[in-house]
Nanobody
Framework: QVQLVESGGGLVQPGGSLRLSCAAS????????MGWFRQAPGKEREFVAG????????VYGDSVKGRFTISGDNAENTVYLQMNSLEPEDTAVYYC??????????????????WGQGTQVTVSS
């Protein structure tokens, strides 16, 4: 399995930006599909964005399209989530996840078998 550690969360005003990082260690990072999910209090874990192991396919959740960008740096064993135009509804704990390499991005939690501890993002004035 791969070990994942998220960072970059915090408090930001509506309309602001944050960049989350997910550092991977263990097995070769470039052989995993990677994803970002989020979970707000009382809600199910929600797919945010995913990228295939080859960085060739990227998929976003409907609520973040046009505002968030996922990217991977295989040399640094890190995946990023750039979040722009943040809204109070984006407030949640954000999780990084790794799953078996596939040609498609899986939008369900069942497609991933390694998870980070999460980082809190709060959007509030």
């Amino acid at each position: 399995q791969v070990q994942l550690v998220e960072s970059g969360g915090g408090l930001v005003q509506p309309g602001g930006s944050l960049r989350l990082s997910c550092a991977a260690s263990g097995r070769t990072f470039s052989t995993y599909n990677m994803g970002w999910f989020r979970q707000a209090p009382g809600k199910e874990r929600e797919f945010v964005a995913g990228i295939t192991w080859s960085n060739s396919v990227i998929v976003y959740g409907d609520s973040v399209k046009g505002r968030f960008t996922i990217s991977g740096d295989n040399a640094e064993n890190t995946v990023y989530l750039q979040m722009n135009s943040l809204e109070p509804e984006d407030t949640a704990v954000y999780y990084c996840a790794a799953g078996p390499p596939r040609r498609v991005v899986i939008k369900s939690v069942i497609g991933y078998d390694s998870w980070g501890q999460g980082t809190q993002v709060t959007v509030s004035s």
